[in-house]
T-cell receptor, first 112, second 114 residues
């Protein structure tokens, strides 16, 4: 069966520090991968998606970047965090068109 | 552009009573619609989806949703609410651009009281 791992679960970082959040998927190949951000426990905003290794599409301009160095690995990064980057970050994957997205357990990022 | 609206920030219901969480959508073409549930500090769990076929879709944990094309609605329902159903519920529609991108509503907080 397929599983998705996301870490760390919580992270507290000072303003201006770098960021690296990692997500890996097991039990499937060539998944679509997604990074969402959830602010204040409500709506989700799609940040990035990827349909293959090295292929990244950004949905909104921001201080963050994403990379997909391997088929089932998706990384969210920043060189210098801002206070506004605080939030709950969720990684997700999907397979065939029309399938649902499967979400990881999320990372709560607090930038202080 | 595709969009979904969840008109209620919060829904309160007594345990054992039926519950409805509302969702309306706006899409070009045939809609792919989804419901997810989120418990505190957790990821989203898939409940059910509508792609095509019967307008009444059955999902996990006794939930179901009714697709109504004329009213562009996809309301989530359960005949008898449990206290453990208390959570944040999201309606979502697939973005028309492909790649299975989902556009989520703002979420509705369901509170089931004993």
């Amino acid at each position: 069966s397929q599983t998705i791992h996301q870490w760390p679960a919580t992270l507290v970082q000072p303003v201006g520090s770098p960021l690296s959040l990692e997500c890996t998927v097991e039990g499937t190949s060539n998944p679509n991968l997604y990074w969402y951000r959830q602010a204040a426990g409500r709506g989700l905003q799609l940040l990035f998606y990827s349909v293959g290794i090295g292929q990244i599409s950004s949905e909104v301009p921001q201080n963050l970047s994403a990379s997909r160095p391997q088929d089932r690995q998706f990384i969210l990064s920043s060189k210098k965090l801002l206070l506004s980057d605080s939030g709950f970050y969720l990684c997700a994957w999907s397979g065939r068109p029309g399938e649902m997205l499967f979400f990881g357990s999320g990372t709560q990022l607090s930038v202080l | 552009a595709q969009s979904v609206a969840q008109p209620e920030d919060q829904v309160n219901v007594a345990e054992g009573n039926p519950l409805t969480v509302k969702c309306t959508y706006s899409v070009s073409g045939n809609p792919y619609l989804f419901w997810y549930v989120q418990y505190p500090n957790r990821g989203l769990q898939f409940l059910l989806k509508y792609i095509t076929g019967d307008n009444l879709v059955k999902g996990s944990y006794g939930f179901e949703a009714e697709f109504n094309k004329s009213q562009t609605s996809f309301h989530l329902k359960k005949p008898s609410a449990l206290v453990s159903d208390s959570a944040l519920y999201f309606c979502a529609v697939r973005d028309g651009g492909g790649y299975n991108k989902l556009i989520f509503g703002a979420g509705t907080r369901l509170a089931v009281h004993p």
